[in-house]
């Protein structure tokens, strides 16, 4: 292991990492994911995995045949923590770094490989941060797999809404205000509230950065999720683009991932604004964050599908607003929606109201059903 970054940085390792462990059946199935992307490309190959935390990713693309990987993260603590696992358990061929190559300088010669598994959309300068990966495997041969978050996706809407009432929890502070969360809630947001950065690309956005670091796209990689679990899932599908150095043979055109439901977050994002006004203390606000990213979690079906969650979001949000007095304040499209869903918990006819011919599902859901809250 060697030091690049003259300041460590450690900024939310154990909420990353307290309840991670290393074991031979993770790595094996991370490593059978690597040799389904990159196939014999991987045999003997010169790996760099940017942002490797505890280091999972590097010690499968040993398992999966690369010679040799450079593990590169800039908190202090994740490479410590990989460095002493090398090194209990005898593994040679990773070289663990410590630094940031938006600040420093790191050396590496004509790697093969280039990894960048979500860490895009956690750094405020990405392009950058591409074209440094890009000079360090130059060869048109070299591939790279980046992961970013896609925008409009509900898991977008929840987590943009779960930072803003409850911004940047400490560990500490979410470990014992997480205590109501289910388990599935708990480990997919503690990350995501915790860091300082997020940015979430449409697909245009995503492929101009991508061109822009010398980059085209040849391969929609099945993301690991859906390895994992055997189906997509609906409310997240992060961009994961296998590249090449241009120009590219086979290059592919990226757009969006389809979701179908961009009309309902619409709805939801009004009345989150709503309640954004209603909510004036923290702890109703960490309450609210809270409630709403249980509600998310605990509705999504087993198949991927996310339809319950959008509808049961729909229902927390006036819940909150109705607790917090929000519901006469609201205005726009949550007004008329309120005014909807007071029609539809009353049974009273409804399709004449203005929220009534909205294209969104919800809004035809509350047409042709009862609700309570």
């Known amino acids: 292991m060697y030091l690049v970054s003259p300041t460590p940085s450690n900024d ?17 199935t991370c490593a059978s994911y690597l040799q389904r992307v990159f196939g014999d490309a991987l045999n003997g190959a010169k790996v760099i995995d940017y942002g490797c935390g505890q280091g999972d990713w590097a010690l499968a693309f040993l398992r999966a045949g690369a010679k040799q990987v450079l593990a590169v993260d800039s908190a202090l603590d994740k490479v410590r923590r990989l460095h002493d696992y090398t090194r209990h358990f005898e593994i040679d061929g990773i070289e663990i770094v410590h630094g940031d190559l938006l600040s420093e300088n790191i050396r590496a010669e004509n790697q093969d490989v280039v990894w960048l598994y979500n860490v895009l959309h956690h750094v405020s300068r990405p392009l950058a941060l591409l074209q440094s990966l890009r000079d360090l495997a130059p060869g048109k041969a070299a591939q790279f797999y980046i992961h970013g978050y896609n925008a409009g996706s509900l898991r977008q809407f929840t987590i943009e809404t779960a930072r803003r009432l409850y911004p940047r929890p400490n560990e500490v502070a979410f470990r014992l205000e997480s205590v109501p969360l289910i388990r599935d809630a708990r480990r997919r947001v503690r990350d995501d509230l915790a860091v300082p950065h997020i940015d979430w690309y449409n697909a245009m956005e995503f492929a101009e950065l ?29 961009h994961e683009a296998l590249c090449r150095g241009v120009p590219a043979e086979g290059a592919v055109l990226w757009d969006e991932p389809a979701c179908g439901y961009a009309d309902d977050v619409a709805v939801l994002c009004a009345l989150a604004r709503e309640a954004d006004f209603a909510l004036a203390d923290r702890t109703a606000r960490m309450q609210a964050a809270l409630g709403l990213i249980n509600t998310h979690f605990a509705h999504l079906g087993d198949d991927g599908s996310c339809a319950d969650a959008i509808l049961e979001i729909f229902l927390y949000l006036l819940h909150v607003l109705d607790v917090h007095g929000g519901l006469e304040q609201a205005e726009g499209l949550a007004g008329h929606f309120v005014e909807l869903a007071e029609a539809a918990m009353a049974n009273t006819p409804r399709k004449e109201l203005p929220a009534s011919s909205h294209p969104s599902n919800l809004a035809r859901y509350l047409r042709e059903n009862t609700i309570r809250l």
Do not use: C, M
Request: a negative charge.
């Open 12 to 28: 939310e390792v154990k909420t990353s990492f307290r309840y991670d462990r290393l074991h031979d059946g993770w790595l094996d």
């Open 210 to 238: 991508l061109s822009g670091a010398g980059l085209e796209p040849v391969a929609r990689a099945a993301g690991f999720d859906t390895i994992l679990h055997g189906h997509g899932n609906q409310e997240f599908q992060p």
